[in-house]
């Protein structure tokens, strides 16, 4: 503020020039347009790497969507919920992952790194500490982890990083304070983190020290196709979400949210791996209504970015016999270039 003199202090100085830094970071992950960010979570199909001359032909129809936006996923690995050892994984490699970058450079599409562990015959939100796992040691060497991502980002003018996926049972460690403080020394850019559904952002200690609160959202969507039934669900969820956020002053962001293509998705829209085991049959239909409630529902101004799990490097995945996630070559694919795109031929309103 300015002394009795009208001359600027060195403390108003500083807070002029913090301003306008906050200004350029929340900018350096907004759309040229004004526009929320939107797009998909970039995954590398088995058959075609995100560094074979096809992954870059696959982003370019993501691109065609109307999306602006990728994230992209980078695997950290712990061998068994019961042990402390976590390392890099070699499901994506260095090359894969810095040609992806680039083709979604090239594409003019801003890009989000979100770091995951994969966890054998487990899931990352079941790692707990305690006498198997010690969480000095554990986040000691997350920390080393999380910076070799934090330099690439740095390096490569990433978006934003993700500091942590739906770890869901260390989400109260209060070392989560030391670390981002330390990933803020290495990684100027936008930092968040993806908490698993609503409880988790609630039960999240470090969102004060983030930019912005990140959800993955797939909360059960009831047992009829009738859209209206659905879009009640969906609006049920956001209404949590947003009491959930309204007093951390932060952006909202939907990292995931998404659906299998398969009969019974409805009821548990996460657990793609029950439906694959009971033999899902494949229903297209069931994703393209649930994406359109769902994409209709988020265009809210509180909510900041919309990411859609899944689309892969391979052009060609996905189809109306497929039953995963992806809406590649399914008519959940139309409902995006529709409604992201402006493209709604064809598409009944």
């Keep these: 503020m300015m002394n009795m003199d009208g001359v600027f202090t060195g403390a108003s100085i500083k807070r ?3 301003i306008a830094l906050t200004a350029l970071m929340l900018s350096s992950c907004s759309n040229v347009s004004g ?30 969507t109307g999306a602006n936006a990728v994230v992209l996923v980078p695997f ?13 994984s070699d499901a994506v490699t260095d090359h894969q992952l810095l040609t992806a970058i680039d083709n979604a450079r090239r594409l003019n599409l801003k890009v989000i790194l979100k770091p995951q562990i994969l ?38 003018h990433v978006d934003a990083l993700v ?21 803020r020394k290495i990684y100027r850019g936008r930092l968040t983190y993806a908490a698993h559904d609503v409880e988790s ?3 999240f200690i470090a969102w004060k020290d983030l930019d912005a609160v990140s959800v993955n959202l797939y909360p059960k969507l009831g047992d009829s196709m009738d859209p209206a ?30 659906i299998p293509s398969a009969e019974g998705a409805l009821r548990t829209p996460w657990d793609w791996y029950r439906l694959s085991e009971e033999g899902a049959k494949p229903d297209p239909e ?17 909510i900041d970015a919309v990411f859609i799990w899944c689309w892969y490097s391979d052009p060609y995945a996905g189809g109306i016999d497929n039953n995963d996630y992806t809406l590649q070559n399914k008519p959940a694919e139309k409902q995006v270039n529709c409604l992201w795109g402006g493209d709604c031929i064809g598409i009944r309103q």
């Design 16 to 18: 002029v020039v913090m």
């Design 119 to 156: 966890v054998k015959y487990g899931w990352a939100g079941d790692i707990r500490f305690g006498s198997d796992v010690d969480e000095e040691r554990w986040f000691v060497r997350y920390h080393d982890l999380l910076s070799y991502y934090a330099r690439l980002a740095q390096r490569e």
């Design 35 to 64: 526009k929320p960010l939107h797009g998909f979570t970039f995954l590398q199909d088995s058959k075609i790497t995100l560094d074979n001359p096809l992954s870059r032909e696959s982003l370019r129809r993501m691109k065609q």
């Design 76 to 88: 950290l690995r712990q061998s068994k919920i019961s042990s402390g050892e976590i390392g890099f």
């Design 163 to 183: 500091i942590g996926t739906e770890l869901t049972g260390i989400e109260t460690s209060q070392r989560w304070h030391g670390l981002i403080a330390d990933m």
């Design 229 to 258: 039934l659905i879009r009640e669900h969906v609006e049920a969820s956001l209404a949590e979400l947003k009491q959930a956020t309204q007093n951390l002053s932060r952006p909202v962001w939907v990292l995931e949210v998404g």
């Design 201 to 203: 952002v609630k039960r």
């Design 286 to 302: 069931v994703q393209n209504i649930a994406i359109r409630q769902w994409l209709k529902a988020l265009e809210k101004p509180w």
